[in-house]
């Protein structure tokens, strides 16, 4: 397979994968760090490097941003029983969490989409390293995954903000395949 076609298969195959897909044994460290080196790539314009990552592996570490979160949550929903039980489980059972921060340039900044947009092309970058290595992996985001107390709770305050976490482990088996829509849909060519 030349690289153009693993790189291609690559793309096509990357997945998000609930918990439920997830085996719950640990991820080493080398592999999360692959990821995030593979982050480092992803363009940003102005260079400004505006992504920062904690990541979280140890059960204390999953205790704490358990307890924090469902601090959090009564702030964004109405906290019933089975969701506070699913938002536990969630953080406690992932084999490894990274929260996706974005510090942007204070001086002379960019717009805001051009660092949001850089972001999630590092967030890319670390998916697709993540199913090249056999890994599986979801981005969480909404209110609460990007609640600005969460994101002080890993260090950032505004401007900086927290855009979600990803969650990974070593796939029970792979997702249902999914559909895409067809290019024609999505492209108009202006050639005259």
């Given amino acids: 397979m030349t690289a153009l076609e693993t790189l291609e298969l690559s ?5 998000s994968y609930s918990l439920d897909l997830l085996k ?3 991820v080493p460290r080398e592999l999360i760090e692959r990821c995030l080196d593979a982050a480092r790539y992803a363009p940003n314009h ?16 999953k205790q704490s941003l358990a307890r924090v979160a469902l601090e959090i ?11 506070i039980t699913s938002v536990q489980q969630l953080i406690l059972n992932a084999p ?8 942007p340039r204070r001086s002379n900044p960019m717009p805001e989409w051009e660092e949001l947009a850089a972001v999630s092309m590092a967030a890319q970058n670390i998916h697709l ?4 290595q056999g890994l599986g992996a979801l981005w969480k985001s909404g209110a609460l ?11 950032w305050k505004a401007p900086d903000k927290l855009l979600g976490l990803y969650f990974f482990g070593f796939p029970e088996h792979d997702p249902k395949p999914r559909e895409h829509t067809p290019l024609e849909q999505m492209v108009t060519w202006q050639e005259a």
Avoid at 11 to 15: A, D, E, H, T
Avoid at 96 to 103: C, D, F, H, K, S
Wanted: glycine share 6%.
């Fill in 11 to 15: 793309i096509q195959q990357r997945r």
């Fill in 24 to 26: 719950p044994d640990p």
């Fill in 46 to 61: 102005g260079r400004t490097n505006p992504c920062r990552y904690v990541v979280i592996r140890s059960v204390s570490a």
């Fill in 73 to 83: 949550l009564p702030q964004v929903l109405e906290p019933t029983k089975k969701i």
């Fill in 96 to 103: 490894v969490w990274v929260a996706i921060g974005m510090t």
């Fill in 129 to 132: 390293m993540a199913q090249a």
């Fill in 145 to 155: 995954w990007t609640h600005p107390e969460l994101a002080a709770y890993f260090g």
